[in-house]
């Protein structure tokens, strides 16, 4: 994350300007981006508990609670989080990816946990998540990770709800006001000088 020192927005206050404005455009491309699959999910009142074949052919974002399936945990893989903070405060394992089968050749549902996870401990056991997002949980890494040799291949965020679709959004929504705020007084700024010279 680039640092601007505060020293040179006051004397150029259109960085400031400039720079709080692209947070806020680039914010609302997220927000009108993740908006259809949000309200898609905030029509969930519960998941729907339904098999994998009939997962794995969903088309759209869904919220669902997975009913059957051969968990393969000798193929399970984890992913690391990169240096920084987040891998300071959250740990190293970002993500175990663990594929599950069902009765249809070709057809695999990763279950992609937050961190670290034994899955001798988890496999066989249901599991509620996100299916479908292309935008607020991203699973495009994880896609290319298992779409090798033509299986139908679809990544659940398991423990993903509607309501944390909710708090992303609303803290995007958050961020956007911040940078228009930043615009707002940065331009503030360069107009009481304009006006002052």
């Excluded at 981006?33 to 869904?62: C, F, M, W, Y």
């Excluded at 193929?75 to 663990?98: D, S």
């Amino acid at each position: 994350m680039a640092h601007v020192d505060p020293a040179v927005l006051r004397k150029h206050p259109i960085l400031g300007v400039l720079v709080g404005g692209a947070a806020a455009v680039v914010i609302g491309w997220l927000l009108a981006s993740g908006s259809g699959e949000a309200r898609a999910l905030l029509d969930q009142k519960t998941p729907d508990r339904i098999s994998l074949h009939e997962i794995v052919n969903l088309r759209g974002i869904r919220w669902v609670t997975l009913t059957d399936g051969q968990w393969h945990c000798e193929r399970a893989i984890t992913t690391e989080r990169p240096m920084g903070l987040e891998r300071w405060v959250r740990g190293p394992i970002e993500t175990t990816e663990v594929p599950v089968t069902g009765t249809i050749a070709g057809e695999v549902l990763v279950a992609s946990f937050d961190g670290d996870v034994t899955c001798a401990q988890r496999a066989g056991s249901t599991v509620s998540g996100v299916v479908g997002s292309t935008e607020i949980f991203t699973s495009q890494a994880a896609l290319r990770r298992w779409s090798r040799g033509g299986d139908r291949v679809v990544i659940l965020h398991v423990g993903a709800t509607p309501r944390m679709a909710l708090i992303m959004l609303v803290g995007l929504i958050g961020v956007a006001v911040l940078g228009i705020g930043v615009a707002g007084h940065y331009l503030t700024l360069m107009l009481r000088s304009g006006s002052e010279g």
